[in-house]
């Protein structure tokens, strides 16, 4: 992946070269985020 732009921070600019895919999203997040009654806060998660 070539880069088009520079942040001037070198370590953005690095992560900006990742490839992120898949559910990237820990497994625990859904179970710690959650409404008052237990149920995953999809929404609170995902953002």
Do not use: F
Not at 13 to 29: R, Y
Request: negative net charge; glycine residues 6%; aromatic residues 6%.
């Amino acid at each position: 992946m070539e880069t088009v732009y520079s942040t001037g921070n070198q370590t953005v600019d690095q992560m900006g070269k990742l490839e992120i895919t898949g559910n990237v999203i820990p497994s625990a997040w859904y179970r710690t985020i959650c409404r008052e009654t237990a149920i995953p806060d999809t929404a609170s998660v995902l953002s």
